[in-house]
């Protein structure tokens, strides 16, 4: 079992920048994928972004490609989102979550521990 925390959000400007992290406690961290999804208010949770095991694979939707960049410290059980250029859109509850799973990790049903989520608030 996992456990997981994340940090780092808050009300930031837009065209300013965020980096979240995600710890983790429990056994075998370093053997689960690692997802970063967000809920805006009315919506539905979605995917941004996930980091593989051993870091070989990251993904990102396309409303954060090229913005938003994913990493992990196993050492640290930690993993980051380092979010540049934020649009007010942008704005949205950012969860992390995790998976043992290999396949259809772009969807929130298939992880299975989740954390409490970080509020980022991006304004105009």
């Known amino acids: 079992q996992v456990q997981l925390v994340e940090s780092g959000g808050g009300l930031v400007q837009a065209g300013g920048s965020v980096r979240l992290s995600c710890a983790a406690s429990?056994?075998?961290?370093?053997?689960?994928?690692v997802g970063w999804f967000r809920q805006a208010p009315g919506k539905g949770r979605e995917f941004v972004s996930y980091?593989?095991?051993?870091?070989?694979?990251?993904n990102y939707a396309d409303s954060v490609k090229g913005r938003f960049t994913i990493s992990r410290d196993n050492t640290k059980s930690t993993v980051y989102l380092q979010m540049n250029d934020l649009k007010p859109e942008d704005t949205a509850v950012y969860y992390c979550?995790?998976?043992?799973?290999?396949?259809?990790?772009?969807?929130?049903?298939?992880?299975?521990?989740w954390g409490q989520g970080t509020q980022v608030t991006v304004s105009s």
């Open positions: 979550a995790a998976t043992l799973r290999r396949v259809l990790r772009l969807a929130p049903e298939n992880y299975d521990y």
């Open positions: 429990g056994r075998a961290f370093s053997s689960y994928t």
């Open positions: 980091v593989t095991t051993d870091r070989s694979n990251t």
